[in-house]
């Protein structure tokens, strides 16, 4: 979703190609050439190939400057940016993985020490979600990064998205978080990732 909402954020135009999981076609010969980690995205950009989502949309923002989705190289607002995306990927979403695939952390047959996995990965998050929440109410701009919009935010809605059927308290019962959230969803490109990937309430 994040590279989907950026390149429409951006506003030219793309094509979207499913990669099957159901049938393991990012584990295929022909997919593996394009990422040999069998991960989903992939971006190809003419004769540029490109895979981890991160490394895709900071592309997407330097070779798309007159959309607005990162600050100016060599600034500290772009250092701030470079901080958080990093967290997101190798923090929050990195815990994320555990929490959905405890079993990875386990040994095979261990349901019991996965069970005990997820759980403290569901603790870790909502210490994480708190994280998010105090940045929004520090400099109380609407935005993540505050007064502008950047390519945090659709990082930051699509991986609040995925606390939206924890049993502990989801990301959109935060104070700040919720009423973001539902700034992100009002967002035309936003609403329009949502429809071509035939996604139904709720959202977050």
Request: hydrophobic residues 45%; contains cysteine.
């Amino acid at each position: 979703m994040v590279p989907h909402i950026v390149l429409e954020e951006i506003g030219v135009p793309y094509q979207r190609v499913l990669v099957d999981r159901m049938q393991n076609a990012h584990k295929t010969p022909d997919y593996l050439k394009l990422n040999p980690n069998g991960l989903i995205p992939v971006l190809i950009d003419a004769e540029l190939t490109l895979y981890e989502t991160a490394a895709i949309c900071l592309h997407l923002c330097d070779t798309h400057p007159e959309a607005a989705l990162a600050p100016a190289l060599g600034t500290e607002e772009r250092a701030h940016l470079y901080k958080w995306l990093m967290w997101l990927t190798n923090t929050l979403q990195a815990t994320l993985i555990i929490y959905f695939y405890p079993e990875r952390f386990a040994l095979p047959g261990n349901t019991a020490g996965a069970a005990e996995v997820k759980t403290q990965a569901e603790t870790k998050i909502g210490g994480m979600l708190d994280q998010l929440d105090a940045e929004l109410a520090r400099h109380d701009g609407p935005w993540f990064g505050g007064q502008a919009y950047s390519l945090l935010d659709p990082y930051v809605l699509t991986l609040c998205r995925w606390t939206r059927n924890f049993s502990s308290p989801a990301a959109r019962t935060r104070p700040q978080l919720g009423p973001y959230l539902q700034r992100m969803l009002a967002r035309p490109a936003v609403q329009r990732v949502l429809a071509a990937e035939g996604l139904a309430p709720p959202f977050v």
